[in-house]
């Protein structure tokens, strides 16, 4: 059997599933960045399956532009994880409140 464009729709609509659900009931900060990774899988999924199926190399390299923008959250959201983890001693969002008056 052929692996089709629904195939890969398939895959990024669990990605995106697994994904937001991550974010929305997960208090660990690491945990949350790890599930918005996954979300901009679901996406670069997507870009090249239609990319395939168009016969057209822009969603390829949009996602190229994608996997760099998530690179680079990565690394800032780390770095600032790792201040927020010396300050606070939690990766837990809920008890972070750093930014209240």
């Known amino acids: ?3 089709t464009t629904a195939h890969y729709l398939a895959l990024s609509m669990a990605l ?24 901009l899988n679901a996406v670069n ?5 239609f990319s395939h199926h168009l016969q ?4 390829q390299v949009f996602t190229i532009f994608v996997i760099t923008a ?6 800032v959201g ?3 994880l790792i ?3 010396r300050n606070k001693e939690t ?9 209240r008056w």
């Open 1 to 3: 059997m052929p692996v």
């Open 16 to 39: 995106l599933i697994i994904g937001t659900v991550g974010v929305l009931t997960r208090r660990n900060i690491i945990v949350i960045m790890m599930s918005i990774e996954l979300i």
């Open 45 to 49: 999924i997507n870009l090249v399956a």
């Open 56 to 59: 057209n190399v822009n969603g």
């Open 70 to 75: 998530a690179a680079a959250e990565a690394a």
């Open 78 to 80: 780390l770095g600032i």
């Open 83 to 85: 201040a927020l983890f």
């Open 91 to 99: 990766v837990h969002a809920d008890e972070i409140d750093i930014l």
